[in-house]
């Protein structure tokens, strides 16, 4: 029997240490308004310029209410993304929200077709994807950093995301 539907699959052959990232970015104030329109500015001027092993970038909406928007990013492996959130901008970025949130939330989720699947959910108001129905722990040591909780424990220099001044 014919179908009217025209059906489709990707073939990813080409790419046997694919990464799919999700962020999502909580705004929880006014000042969270302003900072999500500043990083949405930063970002897309970073993406720009075409970082090494980024093949696709889309941006989503996640929820009205709180109202979070974010992205998906597709990487050639786990080792080119990483390599971009350890220089800047991303870096400055990020251990700035550390330091001060600035009236947001953020998390991002990670699937790997050969490291499994991590998330991490800092300062959210509310549960979100893989939080919500897996056990959560502290981001502290081995669960400090996508590479600690995807189980890639060989770390470079020591750890960007464990925060400096938190008990």
């Known amino acids: 029997m014919h179908s009217p539907v025209n059906r489709n699959t990707a ?9 799919v990232i999700y962020f999502g970015l909580e705004v929880q104030s006014l000042q969270g308004m302003m900072t999500t329109l500043r ?3 930063a970002i897309d001027a970073a993406l720009r310029q075409r970082p090494d092993g980024l093949l696709r970038h889309e941006l ?27 220089i800047l ?15 947001i939330g953020l998390w991002h989720e990670i699937y790997t077709q050969q490291h499994g699947i991590e998330g991490i959910y800092d300062n959210m108001s509310r549960k979100k ?6 056990p959560l722990h502290p981001a502290r040591g081995r669960w400090s950093s996508a590479r600690g909780r995807l189980g890639k424990l060989n770390h ?10 938190n008990p």
């Not at 073939?11 to 990464?19: A, S």
């Not at 994807?129 to 897996?134: C, E, M, N, Q």
Request: net charge negative; aromatic share 18%; charged share 25%.
């Open 11 to 19: 073939d990813l052959t080409d790419y046997p240490d694919l990464v």
């Open 39 to 41: 990083l949405g500015r």
């Open 60 to 86: 989503m909406l996640f929820g009205l209410f709180p109202f979070q928007i974010g992205m998906r990013q597709y990487w050639r492996n786990f080792e080119a993304m990483e390599a971009w959130s350890r």
């Open 89 to 103: 901008p991303h870096r400055e970025w990020w251990e700035s929200f550390l330091h001060q949130p600035r009236g």
């Open 129 to 134: 994807g893989l939080s919500r129905f897996a």
């Open 156 to 165: 470079k220099d020591g750890d960007m995301n464990e925060p400096v001044n």
